[in-house]
Structures are given as C-alpha cells and as structure tokens.
C-alpha cells in the first residue's frame, strides 16, 4: 500500500528555520511533491523532486533521497505568514496522488 | 486568469437528495482529480481523469460518481449522500501526474454538510 509519515505539528521562531520531514511507502513513483495550506484556504504547489538532492525556491528548499524514501522540506527565514499546515505528496505509476496527513506550522514572534 | 473554480462553495443538503459538485479549469490541463478532507486525514483522493472519458477511482470512491465528457469539466456527483460524506472537497488539475508538469492546481473548495 501506500503511506506517507510527516510530523504533525511543528513550532518555531520568526526568522528561525524548520524542517518538515516525509517518509514515504509507495509502489511506483515518480516524485515528491510539497503543499502549502492555509487555515480556510486550498492546497497551494511549493515544490517538486523527481532526482535526489536539493531544491531550492527562494526561501523554501526541498530535497529528496529516494534510496531513503524520505524527503524533507526546509523553510528559511520563517515568516508569522508561514503559519500554515504543511503537505507532502507522492505521485506514482498508477497516476494516482498521495498525500500525507500534513504538518500544522506554527510560527511564534 | 488560470484557475479552477468549484460550485457550490457551501452546501447543506440531507441524507439521500442527489447533489452534484461542478468543477471547471481553463488552463488545458489532461489530469483532473477530486479530493476529500477530513481532520487528521489530510487529503484523500476520490476519483482521477486522465482525459477526457478516462476516470479511475482513487482510494475513497464509495458513494460517489464522476464523469469527464468535455476536458474542462470534472463534476463528482453523489447520488445518495450520507453524513459520513460531511467533509471538504477540493477539485484539482494539473497536466499530467508525472514530471516536472504534476504540480496541482486545486479549486477553493466544498464545505458539505450532510444531515
């Protein structure tokens, strides 16, 4: 089957830095993916890893060990407006989407 | 503007009355995909399209229906509701679900209720 494990809820300082982790379990696959979900609000794209390593979007970087099943998304910086719940998503050869159960940051002054 | 948009925003309906979800994208995109959301559950996967006339259930499928007949429309369609499909529901699309192009897109979503 298919499972993905990330903390679920995370606390950290303005202008800190966090690491949200995701292991995953799937058959087939062909990247991982990073949402961003504000309180009300819909699921927003952050980032994508088809290739081990490091990617990095501004503040936002994401990496990716396939060997591992794990990845990780790394905010910089922190922001109070990055107060959000955090997703990460894995998508297969069965063209199906998972997610996992979300990250729920919580930036503090 | 690019954007997929979801109707009704917010419903009440009752146990057994047949209620369809419309959702619309206008960026050409192949893959359309409805999703539920729960507390604690993140995001759950009902149905996919590929195209058009290509559906798949996804991992929670029971109690609902969808069709693709023009490729900008996706509706889910639940022909006898329960209260245990009180959730949010999210319609996304992207352009395809592998490589660089498998980012979704994802309407403001459905607040159902179910009594």
């Known amino acids: 089957g298919q499972s993905l494990e990330q903390p679920s809820e995370v606390t950290a300082v303005e202008g800190a830095i966090v690491q949200i982790n995701c292991t995953y379990q799937t058959s087939g696959f062909y990247g991982l993916s990073w949402y961003q979900q504000h309180d009300g609000g819909a699921p927003t794209f952050l980032s994508y890893?088809?290739?081990?390593g490091l990617e990095e979007t501004g503040r936002f970087s994401s990496f990716l060990s396939r060997s591992d099943s794990y990845g990780y998304l790394l905010l910089q910086e922190l922001q109070m407006k990055d107060s959000a719940s955090y997703f990460c998503?894995?998508?297969?050869?069965?063209?199906?989407?998972?997610f996992g159960t979300g990250t729920s940051l919580t930036v503090i002054p | 503007e690019a954007q997929v948009t979801q109707n009704p925003r917010y419903l009440i309906t009752v146990t057994g009355k047949k209620l369809t979800v419309t959702c619309s994208q206008n960026?050409?995109?192949?893959?359309m995909s409805w999703y539920r959301q729960d507390p604690g559950l993140g995001l759950r996967q009902i149905y996919y399209s590929m195209n058009v006339e290509v559906t798949d259930k996804g991992d929670v499928p029971e109690g609902y229906k969808v069709s693709r007949k023009e490729k900008r429309n996706f509706p889910l369609i639940l022909e006898s509701p329960s209260p245990n499909q009180t959730s949010l529901y999210f319609c996304?699309?992207?352009?395809?679900?592998?490589?660089?192009?498998?980012?979704?897109?994802f309407g403001p979503g459905t607040r159902l209720t179910v009594l």
């Open positions: 998503a894995v998508s297969g050869t069965g063209n199906q989407f998972y």
């Open positions: 890893n088809a290739l081990d």
């Open positions: 960026m050409n995109h192949e893959y």
């Open positions: 996304a699309s992207s352009l395809s679900t592998g490589g660089p192009y498998n980012e979704q897109f």
